[in-house]
Each structure stands twice: as C-alpha cells, then as structure tokens.
C-alpha cells in the first residue's frame, strides 16, 4: 500500500542552523510528493512538490528532491529562522499528474530559537 | 487569496447530540472539498471526497451514516457527525480544491475544528 514516514519531532534548532527533516514513502507507481507546512492557528499550506524523480521542489529558501531509488523526500533549508517554526507533514498522492487522495505522514514540529 | 475557513473552531457537545461544522472557500469556488481527521500525534487521515451536487465519496471504515457531507454550493461543504460519542473526538480539517479531483492535485486547507465530546 501506499504509506509515509516521516521523522519525530519535535526538531528544535537554533537561528541560522541548516535543518533536515526525513521523509521516505512506499508506493506503487510513480507519486506526486508534497511537503506542507502548517503555522500556528492556521490551515496547511503546501510548501513545495515535485512530480517525478530527481525532480527539485523549492520554496521560501526550502528544498527537496524526489529520490526514486531511496524512496526518499527530505526537506532541507541551509539557514532556519524563528519564523520558520510550524509542524511540517510530508504526503504523497498515489497517481502523478491528477489528484487522487493525499497521504499524510504524522508531521514533524520544528521550533527554532533565537 | 485562496482562503479556507472553518466554524467552529472548537466545539465541546455531550454524547448522543450532533454536531455540525461548517468548511467555506472564501475567494474561490470549490469544486471538490475533502474532510480528514486528524488524531493526537498522527497523520491526516482522509474521510471523504465531495464534489458539489453530489454525494461524497467516503474512504474505506469511515461510516457514511455517521459522518454527513454536504456539499450543496461551490462555497460550503458541511460534516455532521451524528450521535457523537466520545471516541468521535478528534480533529477535522477540510480542504478545498477549485479543479475536479481527476484534474488537479491542489489543495487548500482550512484551520481545522476540534471536537470534545464529553
């Protein structure tokens, strides 16, 4: 089936450290991967995406690559500020190119210090 | 723009009541709006699809007699939990889409209502 792991937080950083959160998938075929990014009292919002492999999403200084042979998705950023402090949910939609159901992992809180 | 609001945002209701929560695109119409559920330290989980007009479509052991959708406008979709119990209690987020579900893989999400029932 299809599934997503994510890493447990909460992950707490100082200003200006490089983050990394873990994402590795199970599907069949080829998914459209997601990271959301869900601030305090506010509705998710998508971060980035990418549809095939080796694609790159980027947004708001974030990253993440679509690792086919790892069935991986880790989101990066090389300098986190305060206000970057949100439960981030990678997911995944089964079919690449239109909308079947999203897939959520369990989320990861990053709390980052001045 | 593209904004989701939810209301309640949290609702506390004894057990046996319904309770109805309300899922609104403020600036945009939503062909297909989606119901999750979301328990403590876990993922999203998807309810159910609606597209408006007609029924929703519900996931494998969500019970449709239970948990009412409503989508009867291209702005508000409505999920009525019936006869409440306290095992019901969980966070239900809705999200919205402007594309029919085949077409696009957009999602806009609302805040989320936090049901209590006691």
């Known amino acids: 089936g299809n599934s997503v792991t994510q890493m447990e937080g909460p992950v707490t950083l100082s200003e200006e450290a490089f983050l990394t959160i873990n994402c590795t998938y199970t599907?069949?075929?080829?998914?459209?991967l997601f990271w959301y990014v869900q601030y305090p009292g506010e509705g998710l919002q998508l971060l980035l995406k990418?549809?095939?492999?080796?694609d790159k999403g980027s947004n708001k200084g974030f990253e993440a690559t679509y690792r086919k042979e790892t069935t991986s998705f880790h989101l990066e950023k090389g300098s986190v500020q305060v206000s970057d402090s949100a439960v981030y949910f990678c997911?995944?939609?089964?079919?690449?190119?239109?909308?079947?159901?999203?897939?959520f992992g369990a989320g990861t809180r990053l709390a980052v210090h001045p | 723009g593209a904004v989701v609001s939810q209301h309640p945002s949290w609702v506390i209701c004894k057990s046996g009541t319904s309770v109805k929560i309300e899922c609104r695109s403020l600036?945009?119409?939503?062909?297909?709006m989606f119901w999750y559920r979301q328990f403590p330290k876990q993922s999203l989980m998807l309810m159910a699809t609606?597209?408006?007009?007609?029924?929703?479509?519900?996931e494998q052991g969500v019970e449709k007699d239970k948990f009412l959708i409503n989508h009867a406008s291209l702005t508000l979709s409505t999920l009525t939990v019936t006869s409440a119990h306290p095992e019901d209690s969980s966070f239900y987020i809705c999200?919205?889409?402007?594309?029919?579900?085949?077409?696009?893989?957009?999602?806009?999400f609302g805040p989320g209502t936090r049901l209590t029932v006691l």
């Open positions: 999200s919205a889409s402007p594309l029919p579900s085949s077409q696009s893989d957009t999602q806009y």
């Open positions: 599907a069949t075929g080829y998914p459209s």
């Open positions: 609606s597209n408006e007009g007609s029924k929703a479509t519900y």
């Open positions: 997911a995944l939609s089964p079919f690449s190119g239109g909308y079947n159901k999203l897939i």
């Open positions: 600036d945009f119409q939503a062909t297909t």
């Open positions: 990418a549809t095939k492999a080796d």
